[in-house]
């Protein structure tokens, strides 16, 4: 069976820190992987996808990038961290085909003081 | 993006059913998805429809209509921990485009 995991859990950052979020998938090959960040009380909001090892879409413009050095790997990055840039980070993978199920890591709950 | 529009809150009591109503763009549209977000967790998937009608799934049912660009979640026999966020989301070839989402209270 597939496994998502993300790393860390929750993170407290300064304005102006990097920061780099971390999400691998396990039992599965080649699929898609993706970046949502949930804001307080807000809709989730796609950040970036990725349909294979190094393509990646990005949805929003903003201080954040994101790579996928390995097929199961998806890193989410930022030189400097905003306070707007708290939130609910989520990872995702779905088969790599187009429209299909998207399932959700546990989340890194990111809080920038 | 679907521009999609779900109610903000709703309040059922245990034992009843809750009609979650989802409204989205035609344009470039795949099909669309339920999932339940309980606080502070990740999205679980509920429910994938793709084609007009029904589908069943124990306690949770969701119908779609294609032409009308209407959907909805129907939880049936409510209990206590239903209480979440219901998040709908329309896909259109690899993204998906979530609404707000819906939150429902259960009351004993």
């Known amino acids: 069976s597939q496994t998502i995991h993300q790393w860390p859990a929750t993170l407290v950052q300064p304005v102006g820190s990097p920061l780099s979020l971390e999400c691998t998938v396990e039992?599965?090959?080649?699929?898609?992987l993706y970046w949502y960040r949930q804001a307080a009380g807000r809709g989730l909001q796609l950040l970036f996808y990725s349909v294979g090892i190094g393509q990646i879409s990005s949805e929003v413009p903003q201080n954040l990038s994101a790579s996928r050095p390995q097929d199961r790997q998806f890193i989410l990055s930022s030189k400097k961290l905003l306070l707007s840039d708290s939130g609910f980070y989520l990872c995702?993978?779905?088969?790599?085909?187009?429209?299909?199920?998207?399932?959700f890591g546990p989340g890194t709950r990111l809080t920038v003081l | 993006g679907q521009n999609i529009d779900q109610p903000t809150e709703m309040t059922a009591t245990e034992g009843a059913i809750v009609q979650i109503n989802c409204t989205y763009q035609t344009s470039g549209f795949n099909g669309l998805f339920w999932y339940q977000q309980h606080a502070g967790e990740a999205p679980t998937f509920l429910s994938y429809?793709?084609?007009?009608g029904l589908e069943e799934k124990g306690r949770f049912s969701s119908f779609l209509s294609r032409s009308k660009g209407y959907s909805y979640l129907l939880l049936k026999e409510l209990q206590m921990k239903d209480s979440a966020s219901y998040l709908c989301?329309?896909?259109?070839?690899?993204?998906?485009?979530f609404g707000a989402g819906t939150t429902v209270t259960v009351r004993a």
């Open positions: 429809n793709v084609l007009d």
């Open positions: 039992g599965t090959s080649n699929p898609n």
């Open positions: 989301a329309g896909s259109n070839d690899y993204k998906l485009s």
């Open positions: 995702a993978w779905s088969p790599p085909t187009v429209a299909d199920t998207q399932y």
